[in-house]
């Protein structure tokens, strides 16, 4: 076999992409043709829709599909999410049913984590699973539910066993959210976007062959789910270039940006838009400022340095090690960067952050920098969360005291 390198890998890709690319195909037609080959995910195994490649080669491929201006696999949201978790935990019948729609945006994914009582205590989920003998009957409350408005299926965390230590009693589950006993009811937020909900259920039903984790193993599979969450793996890829391109593609490509794309809009926003800073110092003359200039160094080298942690962390997964505490240092070093880029927008442009009409710094995208930011620090597990997983699993230090060990029925709870 020829070795496998970073030229060899561009030259095939290239010349798969001449002789498939087709602009006037349709958006489905085109990623099955992806998910087929193995090109829209080409880190994943061979058996699934992948060509079993190091993670090291996605971003040459990731180059050839932007030189093509060509359309890629469905690789955003919360959908990816499911994926990373489905091809870990889930049955092969699982994964015949549902990767292939994953990339080929046909299904649209939530998680369905977080409760009122529960989101950074996610062990204490209340919301439960009982099994009839033939199905499990879901009732309970779900909350901040991420496009659950668009979704086809959830990722259900649930509580099957109150007789046993919290951690334990937990189920994980694929939900189809298209059943009348599913009530999903929008939230609005600061920044005037609505992408996530509430989400009720009355007697939803889930079959036997939707269980991902042993009855009572839930609390392992979510801790993938999360830890894929935290390393950004649903984060808001870039989509083809090709803007204002002809071709029956694009156009589904841009339908599908508006409708199922629409509550991730924001997220470049939430995380601080340090791309844009220089631009902004340069263009309100503020570059000269020392003051400014001090931050703006400050911003820089926290964001470089953060993209080299996360780079060492792609780096060791590489290497085959599992996926460590990576991903909380990761993530909170996200939320600091976001921080001091709301900190350096608002000494960049003033009382002016604040406005939202058409006459206001780039169109408003500076005030929701600032209301978008807060998000960061919450989102996919809370800095003090990260902080404690560090301080407890990083630095050894000791345990938080616990109050809710022992069954969960007993335990004192919101
Ligand atoms: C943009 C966005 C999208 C989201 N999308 C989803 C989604 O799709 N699905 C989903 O399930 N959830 C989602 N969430 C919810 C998110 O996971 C929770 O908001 C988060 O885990 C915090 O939980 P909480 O809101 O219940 O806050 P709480 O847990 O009530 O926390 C309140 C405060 O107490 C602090 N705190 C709590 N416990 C401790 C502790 N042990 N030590 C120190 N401090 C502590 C927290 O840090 C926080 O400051 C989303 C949130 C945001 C902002």
């Not at 409708?259 to 926003?269: G, H, I, R």
Request: glycine content about 8%; aromatic content about 8%.
């Amino acid at each position: 076999m020829s070795e496998l390198t970073q030229a060899s890998v561009r030259t095939e890709v290239r010349a798969w992409l001449e002789d498939n690319w087709d602009p006037d195909a349709s958006l489905v037609e085109w990623r099955t043709k992806l998910a087929d080959s193995g090109w829209g995910m080409p880190a994943w195994p061979k058996a699934w829709f992948g060509r079993d490649l190091p993670q090291a080669f996605t971003p040459v491929v990731d180059e050839e599909f932007a030189l093509a201006n060509a359309v890629g696999a469905a690789k955003t949201g919360i959908r990816l999410l499911a994926a990373a978790t489905l091809l870990e935990h889930g049955s092969d019948e699982q994964k015949a049913t549902y990767l292939r729609r994953i990339l080929t945006g046909e299904d649209a994914w939530c998680q369905l984590f977080s409760e009122p009582g529960s989101g950074s205590d996610l062990a204490g989920a209340t919301t439960r699973a009982d099994f009839d003998g033939e199905r499990w009957i879901v009732n309970g409350q779900k909350v901040w539910t991420t496009s659950a408005h668009h979704a086809d299926f959830g990722l259900l965390l649930a509580r099957t066993d109150w007789d046993v230590p919290k951690h334990d009693g937990l189920s994980y589950f694929v939900l189809d959210m298209r059943q009348d006993a599913v009530e999903v009811r929008p939230l609005r937020q600061m920044n005037g976007h609505a992408s996530f909900n509430q989400v009720f259920f009355t007697d939803a039903v889930i079959p036997p062959e939707n269980q991902v984790s042993t009855t009572g193993n839930g609390w392992k599979v979510a801790m993938t789910t999360l830890m894929h969450e935290r390393r950004g793996s649903d984060a808001l890829r870039s989509f083809t270039r090709a803007k204002g391109l002809p071709g029956r593609m694009y156009e589904e490509e841009r339908q599908e940006i508006e409708t199922v794309m629409e509550p991730y809009k924001w997220y470049p926003q939430r995380a601080g838009r340090v791309d844009l800073v220089i631009e902004r110092a340069e263009e309100t003359g503020k570059l000269s400022d020392p003051a400014v200039r001090q931050e703006i160094a400050r911003l820089l080298t926290m964001s470089r340095s953060a993209e080299w942690t996360a780079r060492r962390a792609r780096a060791a997964q590489q290497q085959g090690r599992p996926q460590g505490p990576e991903g909380s240092l990761g993530k909170l070093a996200g939320s600091n960067v976001a921080r001091q880029a709301s900190l350096v927008h608002t000494m960049i442009s003033g009382a002016d952050a604040m406005l939202t009409n058409a006459d206001s710094p780039r169109d408003g995208v500076i005030a929701e920098i600032l209301v978008s930011v807060p998000a960061t620090s919450i989102a996919g597990g809370t800095d003090e969360i990260q902080r404690n997983i560090i301080a407890e699993r990083v630095l050894g230090m000791p345990k938080e005291p616990r109050m809710d060990t022992g069954p969960f029925r007993d335990v004192k709870r919101n």
